[in-house]
């Protein structure tokens, strides 16, 4: 497993990762999740050994990376642009690291991965004939080639328009549990860190905030500025924190973060309020009430109803959209 213990990294004396800490067992994907500047493709960099450690431990199943220059640590790296070559058509492409490797039967080794990532038939193409989908999965077979104890990924999808970031998530996630991959992915995109990741950790100026299982986080955000960050519209603290806890049921007395979907429009309800505004999305209503007791909240309330602007709502709380803080931050 990769484990680093109290890691830091600067650059010119200021520090960019500091006292990291955090484990990955085999056959797991962790995604690494912050805004930019946060440290987190630093902290890829320095696991790669391509950014010298300050301080603290990389370890690879015990024992200390120190010294262990890159191409010898067994790790594989796929960047955001997935840097193929362009003279070089989608087999060859594939194929690059298992020539540089002398692996015996290249051709159907090379043949296993393209139909891994769903490109049967692309062999013979050029990287500007593809898709930035399809191109992206070209560098994903490459990484995949000579079967990395470690995948580095960053920002893979970044440069992907969302509807095809979205899928290609999916498919992603697909195929490193099929290849059984271990996997550290950074990333600034909350659905894409939950479609693709078993564990996640959160950074923030160069710390990691929150770690552990991917529903672990999401049910129990750490503090008020993590529960923003993983998409959570507001955070309430004090006698509007207690409103929502009573009409959920949930446990604890710490503030409350809540989902923009978490006020549900409904015939009866513990929650009431006059709706302030009200846009229709070809999913749901979207509306702006002000909760009595709390104030301004979101809420949705189903298709076909006609909430407007003056009318007093009925409202139930899906408690899976809200989660009370650890911390008051």
């Known amino acids: 497993m990769l484990s680093l213990d109290h890691v830091h990294v600067a650059y010119d004396g200021v520090p960019a990762v500091v006292d990291a800490t955090l484990d990955l067992p085999d056959g797991q994907v962790l995604a690494v999740l912050g805004p930019s500047g946060s440290g987190k493709s630093t902290l890829l960099r320095a696991i790669a050994g391509l950014e010298p450690v300050g301080s603290g431990r990389i370890c690879w199943d015990g024992a200390d990376l120190a010294g262990t220059p890159t191409h010898k640590r067994g790790f594989a790296l796929m960047f955001q642009d997935g840097q193929l070559f362009g003279h070089l058509t989608v087999a060859r492409n594939v194929g690059y690291a298992l020539r540089l490797h002398r692996v015996r039967d290249t051709d159907a080794r090379v043949r296993e991965l393209l139909a891994l990532v769903g490109l049967e038939g692309y062999a013979d193409r050029l990287p500007a004939t593809l898709s ?104 309430l603290d004090g006698p509007e924190a207690a409103v929502v806890r009573a009409a959920t049921g949930l446990a604890g007395d710490g503030p409350v973060a809540v989902r923009r979907s978490a006020l549900v429009v409904a015939a009866a309800g513990p929650l009431s309020g006059v709706v302030l505004s009200a846009r229709a999305t070809p999913e749901q209503i979207r509306l702006v009430v002000d909760v009595d007791g709390i104030g301004e909240l979101d809420a949705v309330a189903p298709l076909g109803t006609h909430p407007g602007a003056g009318d007093r709502v009925s409202m139930v709380v899906d408690a899976s959209r809200v989660a009370v803080l650890r911390e008051a931050g």
């Open 132 to 235: 930035g989908g399809e191109r992206q999965r070209v560098a994903l077979a490459r990484s995949l080639a000579v079967q990395p104890r470690l995948l580095l990924l960053d920002e893979p999808l970044s440069a992907l328009d969302a509807g095809l970031r979205e899928r290609l998530a999916s498919d992603l996630r697909d195929i490193l549990r099929e290849a059984g991959t271990t996997a550290l992915m950074v990333t600034h995109d909350q659905e894409e860190a939950f479609t693709v990741a078993d564990r996640l950790a959160v950074m923030r100026a160069g710390r990691i905030v929150q770690q552990g299982d991917i529903a672990e986080v999401w049910r129990a955000p750490t503090d008020p500025e993590t529960a923003l960050f993983l998409g959570y519209a507001r955070v």
